[in-house]
């Protein structure tokens, strides 16, 4: 069993910076593949961050900007957000997928957090 509780949304201007983190628990967090994902309302669940071990891959539309990064001592992951943009704005969801498969799908994960709003202003 893995639990995930994410914390650090809030409101933020165009520009600005947030870190989101996802605090987890349960044996097998220290070789999961975790991920972020998030959902404006209309659209469909996107995949934003994955890390796999120290390998970390990204959204064409966060590449450059968002930075995803594993603390394995505090059990927590976490993604930095620069620059912004209202588009960014929507709830963002940390997931674990225990079979390890760095995926991009949200099909592929197991075990989701409740969601963090974020909403960034123009």
């Known amino acids: 069993q893995v639990q995930l509780v994410e914390s650090g949304g809030g409101l933020v201007q165009a520009g600005g910076s947030l870190r989101l983190s996802c605090a987890a628990s349960g044996r097998t967090f220290s070789t999961a593949s975790m991920g972020w994902f998030r959902q404006a309302p209309g659209n469909e669940r996107e995949f934003v961050a994955g890390i796999i071990w120290s390998s970390t891959f990204y959204a064409n539309s966060v590449r450059g900007r968002f930075t995803i990064s594993r603390d394995n001592a505090k059990n927590t992951v976490y993604l930095k957000m620069n620059s912004l943009k209202p588009e960014d704005t929507a709830v963002y969801y940390c997931?674990?997928?225990?079979?390890?498969?760095?995926?991009?799908?949200?099909?592929?994960?197991?075990?989701w957090g409740q969601g963090t709003q974020v909403t960034v202003s123009s």
């Open positions: 997931a674990a997928d225990s079979a390890r498969r760095g995926s991009a799908h949200s099909n592929d994960y197991d075990y």
